[in-house]
């Protein structure tokens, strides 16, 4: 092999040698049990560090002991509802409700059961004279604390469609035509040709003498939920914040997460066989045996050896492969590592 080719194999097995996987790698090499818990069941709540460290782990033992530190760290004394103790059980119950009852584990309404459990209490407006809406829905959180805390709209855009949280960021500016006479507008989640086209203009069923449309009582609790939210939310920034907040997983503590993966690294395989003692006549000493001297190698070996290489020797091989030859390349990877820091001072020391 000439030094050219030396050099190129080097530096082809070097760049092979520090590539990682990427997660979605990483991800696709899981076995599909454990890949749909981590991007499906448990995607809502889990943190990143924590599907981090999952995803470093590479044996199914290892994958065993970190569901079970992750239900603990949810399940402990003091948290806000939903966690504490018994999560593990009740977010099962909720991810079925989520399921079947509130469009999907990945809508909107789904979401918010699977991050804060139902609401309290949910009001369906009914209008004896006509529908408003396509469906709308005001939750009621009374015991959170945080975002959830206080009224949620939620509203189907069309029917049968799955709901979506209602925010500031639905309402449209009135619109004005070119003389001046004033375009009637429906915003989400109004229907057509309703008697109503805005959350404001349900301030009118909290009034007596309602013009043009029947009073609803059932609308006044939603105009009421309305104002709270467009107070609390303020703008479309403050709605995006507030919806980054709802939505984001429930912060549990992870400290030493990094150090538990060293734990579950040496934690035996409880599926190994165990080693029975060998029965001896008497004890043996035990055998130094006697190093291999330097031997030629293949191509093949060379790459195995160059991979396993430390950092730092493989970075000074990068520099010198293109004055190596073979038979130096050769001896420098089957050395120890005091070999290889004196053959390193010694090759430079000639070459002066």
Same mark, same amino acid.
């Given at each position: 092999? +000439?030094?050219?080719?030396?050099?190129?194999l080097?530096?082809?097995?070097?760049?092979?040698?520090?590539?990682?996987?990427?997660?979605?790698?990483?991800?696709?090499?899981?076995?599909?049990?454990?890949?749909?818990?981590?991007?499906?069941?448990?995607a809502?709540?889990?943190?990143?560090?924590?599907?981090?460290?999952?995803l470093?782990? $590479?044996?199914?033992?290892?994958?065993?002991?970190?569901?079970? &530190?992750?239900?603990?760290?949810?399940?402990?004394? $003091? /948290?806000?509802?939903?966690?504490g103790?018994?999560? !593990?059980v009740?977010?099962?119950?909720?991810?079925?409700?989520?399921?079947?009852?509130? &469009?999907?584990?990945?809508?909107?309404?789904?979401?918010?059961?699977?991050? =804060?459990?139902?609401?309290?209490?949910? @009001?369906?407006p009914?209008?004896?004279?006509?529908?408003?809406?396509?469906? /709308?829905?005001?939750?009621?959180?009374?015991?959170?604390?945080?975002?959830?805390?206080? *009224? *949620?709209?939620?509203?189907?855009?069309?029917? /049968?469609?799955?709901?979506?949280?209602w925010?500031?960021?639905?309402?449209?500016?009135?619109?004005?035509?070119? %003389?001046?006479?004033?375009?009637?507008?429906?915003?989400?989640?109004? !229907?057509? %040709?309703?008697?109503?086209?805005?959350?404001?203009?349900?301030?009118?069923?909290?009034?007596?003498?309602?013009?043009?449309? %029947?009073?609803?009582?059932?609308?006044?609790?939603?105009?009421?939920?309305?104002?709270?939210?467009?107070?609390?939310?303020?703008?479309?920034? $403050?709605a995006?914040?507030?919806?980054?907040? /709802?939505?984001?997983?429930?912060?549990?503590?992870t400290?030493?997460?990094?150090?538990?993966?060293?734990? =579950?690294?040496?934690?035996a395989?409880p %599926?190994?066989?165990?080693?029975?003692?060998?029965?001896?006549?008497s004890?043996?000493?035990?055998?130094?045996?006697?190093?291999?001297?330097?031997?030629?190698?293949?191509?093949?070996?060379?790459?195995?050896?160059?991979?396993?290489?430390?950092?730092v020797? !493989?970075? =000074? @091989?990068?520099?010198?492969?293109p004055?190596?030859?073979?038979?130096?390349?050769?001896?420098?990877?089957?050395? +120890?590592?005091?070999?290889?820091?004196?053959?390193?001072?010694?090759?430079?020391?000639?070459?002066?």
């Amino acid at each position: 092999m +000439s030094r050219v080719a030396v050099a190129a194999l080097l530096a082809f097995f070097a760049a092979a040698a520090v590539k990682t996987p990427t997660e979605a790698e990483r991800i696709k090499a899981l076995p599909e049990e454990e890949r749909r818990w981590l991007t499906e069941y448990v995607a809502p709540i889990i943190l990143p560090e924590e599907r981090k460290a999952f995803l470093d782990l $590479g044996e199914p033992y290892m994958r065993d002991a970190f569901k079970k &530190d992750f239900w603990e760290r949810r399940e402990q004394d $003091g /948290l806000p509802r939903p966690l504490g103790p018994g999560y !593990r059980v009740r977010y099962a119950e909720l991810r079925r409700l989520a399921d079947e009852k509130y &469009d999907g584990w990945n809508q909107d309404a789904g979401r918010m059961v699977l991050r =804060w459990g139902e609401p309290d209490s949910i @009001l369906s407006p009914h209008c004896a004279i006509e529908d408003v809406f396509f469906d /709308l829905e005001v939750w009621y959180y009374s015991n959170r604390t945080g975002p959830a805390a206080g *009224h *949620h709209i939620f509203y189907r855009p069309a029917d /049968l469609a799955p709901r979506r949280r209602w925010t500031v960021a639905d309402e449209i500016p009135p619109l004005l035509h070119p %003389n001046e006479v004033r375009i009637r507008v429906f915003e989400p989640p109004f !229907r057509p %040709n309703s008697c109503r086209a805005t959350m404001a203009s349900l301030g009118a069923d909290c009034a007596e003498g309602t013009k043009g449309c %029947n009073a609803c009582p059932d609308l006044c609790e939603v105009f009421r939920a309305y104002r709270e939210i467009r107070n609390r939310q303020g703008s479309r920034a $403050g709605a995006a914040m507030e919806e980054g907040m /709802l939505f984001e997983a429930a912060p549990v503590s992870t400290e030493g997460i990094e150090r538990q993966k060293d734990k =579950w690294a040496s934690t035996a395989n409880p %599926n190994a066989k165990p080693i029975g003692a060998v029965p001896t006549a008497s004890p043996v000493p035990a055998m130094t045996p006697t190093p291999a001297g330097p031997h030629a190698l293949t191509d093949e070996e060379i790459r195995e050896a160059i991979l396993g290489l430390a950092p730092v020797y !493989r970075e =000074w @091989l990068e520099v010198a492969a293109p004055v190596l030859t073979r038979e130096e390349l050769a001896r420098f990877l089957q050395m +120890s590592s005091t070999e290889k820091d004196k053959f390193i001072r010694e090759f430079w020391k000639k070459r002066k």
